[in-house]
Every structure is written in structure tokens, then in C-alpha cells.
């Protein structure tokens, strides 16, 4: 009679919950403070691949447009554009540099063709007037400082007021070379200083371009885009999923992690399809974490068939089909399993 029982044989079998998740899923997400985050997550490796951040001053009125295409055709592809994050305070930057660019170039026109100002007097005018907004400038500046060291503005904010002052500088230096331009007739030394500050601004016209380059929002991904509307007013959520590849991640208690490997197959019920659904495992990820109060491992399994949209994010009850083994250590297994709970 032990003989027999020693002999009878038996599969293996792990009951876990997992959920149904896309194989790649890239989200938009904007917070209440007005910033965004850009993410790729890879399901099936259980990583992050990709990881922005884009941040706006405090005060500046930012929103997202999203294409009426993007909503009216769900289904997206590579490079497709979603939408557009609006800054008023990047935009009327870039517009307030292009107009001082202009008028920079044409200061250097006017130097370069051998005309010099008659009128002294308007030279010394607005040599006074630059005196006075740098003095201006410089008190803010100075009770900005004691502000940013305090923590109550940012550094963004600090630097905006510290390029500001550099441009009131520049701006009472070009003023002080027009006035001895237009005494003495030298005009190199105003030459020079308005091509540095040309090149300086051009610079910056640069940086906020590549800045605005990314306002524009890309899908990086083919799939189906999904718009969260149940966040609050102040907050935002896009997601692309990719749907080519499902997986289905399931967490493993510790002490069952050395009895499933790569391959094992799976089987769960899906209350959408209303059918059982296969598939295999993937991959076992070997970090242990907590979940209900119990230590366990994150196993993905990718699923077989081709199943419909409901069934992404359903919770599932889910079945590994372990190795065969006898009777005797099935037991012993379960004794095991029972004790170490």
C-alpha cells in the first residue's frame, strides 16, 4: 500500500491573482502643480525605459490640446502627434527675445554703415533711462536673492531674475558706447558689444526652441490611447498601450519561487472574454517584495490569444502548472508551504 501511494504521480500547481497589463504602456501625466511626466514602462521586463520631466515656473498658465484626430481614432502609431502643452510664460520668452534680437541687429546695421547719431541729446536721454531700469533691476534682483535663499521662490524663478539683470547690464553698456559713439565717433567697441550680446541672445532664442520642441507630445509607441477622466480638475493622465503583446503579472510567494521557471504554462478565467485564456511564463523577477503581508516575487507570463481590450487591467485568478511529482512530495510541499505562512 506505501508503494503505491509513493507512485502516484501529480502536477504541481501554483494559485495566484495577476493582472492583465498591455506589454508596453508609455503615459502623459500632469500633476497638480502644473508639471508633466513623461514614462515608458516594458511590462514583460518589469522596467521603466524611459523617464521626463518637464517643469513649469510657478504663476505660469500651462495646459495640454489634445488633437481632435487622437480623440475621435483611439488607435495610434509610432511618431503619431497627440497633442500640445501650452506655456504663456515659454512663449511670451521666446517672442520677447526674438524682439530684442531684432532690435540688436538693427543697432548693428546702424553701426556698421557709417552713420552715428546726431542728436546728443536723445543718446544721453537714454543712457539715464538704462541707468535707472539697472538700478531698478538691481534692487529686485537683490530682494529676489534673499527670497531664493529663504526657499520661497525657486531656483528657476531666481534665474529668470538673474538673466534680467545681465540683460539690464548689457543694455546700460550698449547705451554708454552709443553716447561716447555719438561725442567721439568711435563705434568698434559698440560693435563689439552689440555682436556679443547678438550671439548671447541667439543662444537663448536656442535653448528655449529646443525647450518648446518638446512641448510637442509623440507617441513613442503603437497602440490604443486611453484618456483617465475620473483624476481631478488639476490633474491629467494619457496612455498609450501597446497591445500587440499581453502579459499578465502575478505575484509569487517566496517559498514557491524555486518550484515554477521560465516557460511553465498558465491558465485563467477572464470574466470579459468569459473563457479561459493561456499563456507562459516569461520571465521571474528575483527583487521580493510585500504584498497583502506576504513576501513574494513578480512572475510575467505572456498571454497566447488574442483577447479584447476590456480584459486589460482585470484582476484574474490564475493557475501555473508546475513540474509532475509524487505524491509524497506534494505533501510535503504543502506541509512546507503551510508552515512557512
Do not use: C
Not at 503619431?80 to 511670451?92: A, M, P
Not at 503581508?293 to 482585470?314: M, P, R, Y
Amino acid at each position: 500500500m506505501y508503494y503505491a501511494t509513493v507512485n502516484i504521480s501529480t502536477v504541481y500547481t501554483i494559485h495566484s491573482r495577476g493582472m492583465v497589463l498591455p506589454g508596453k504602456a508609455w503615459e502623459l501625466q500632469r500633476f497638480a502643480d502644473g508639471n508633466f511626466i513623461t514614462l515608458l514602462k516594458d511590462n514583460f521586463k518589469g522596467i521603466t525605459d524611459r523617464f521626463n520631466v518637464t517643469e513649469f515656473s510657478r504663476g505660469d498658465v500651462v495646459e495640454f490640446r489634445l488633437l481632435h484626430n487622437a480623440e475621435e481614432n483611439p488607435w495610434i502609431r509610432q511618431g503619431d502627434t497627440l497633442g500640445y502643452i501650452n506655456s504663456n510664460e515659454e512663449q511670451r520668452r521666446y517672442r520677447q527675445l526674438q524682439d530684442e534680437l531684432e532690435v540688436l541687429q538693427a543697432e548693428l546695421l546702424f553701426y556698421t554703415t557709417g552713420q552715428k547719431p546726431e542728436d546728443i541729446e536723445v543718446s544721453w536721454e537714454k543712457l539715464k533711462l538704462a541707468e535707472q531700469d539697472l538700478k531698478t533691476e538691481t534692487l529686485l534682483f537683490q530682494r529676489n536673492q534673499v527670497l531664493y535663499e529663504d526657499s520661497v521662490i525657486s531656483k528657476r524663478e531666481h534665474e529668470i531674475f538673474e538673466n534680467t539683470l545681465k540683460l539690464k547690464e548689457a543694455e546700460l553698456q550698449i547705451r554708454s558706447a552709443e553716447y561716447t559713439s555719438a561725442i567721439t565717433g568711435d563705434k568698434p567697441e559698440q560693435e563689439l558689444l552689440i555682436r556679443s550680446k547678438i550671439i548671447q541672445t541667439t543662444n537663448q532664442l536656442e535653448k528655449i526652441s529646443e525647450r518648446l520642441s518638446y512641448f510637442t507630445v509623440i507617441s513613442p509607441i503603437d497602440g490604443i490611447l486611453k484618456k483617465n477622466i475620473d483624476l481631478l480638475p488639476d490633474r491629467m493622465q494619457l496612455t498609450v498601450w501597446d497591445t500587440s503583446r499581453l502579459a499578465v503579472v502575478i505575484p509569487i510567494e517566496v517559498f514557491e519561487k524555486k518550484f515554477i521557471k521560465l516557460g511553465n504554462e498558465i491558465s485563467f478565467y477572464s470574466l470579459s472574454e468569459k473563457t479561459y485564456l493561456t499563456g507562459k511564463i516569461t520571465s521571474i523577477n528575483n527583487l521580493v517584495q510585500q504584498s497583502n503581508n506576504k513576501q513574494v516575487v513578480f512572475a510575467t507570463a505572456e498571454v497566447d490569444e488574442n483577447i479584447s481590450l476590456e480584459t486589460l487591467g482585470e484582476l484574474v485568478e490564475v493557475k501555473i502548472l508546475g513540474e509532475e511529482i509524487s505524491l509524497k512530495e506534494y505533501v510535503h510541499r504543502i506541509i512546507n508551504k503551510t508552515i512557512s505562512r
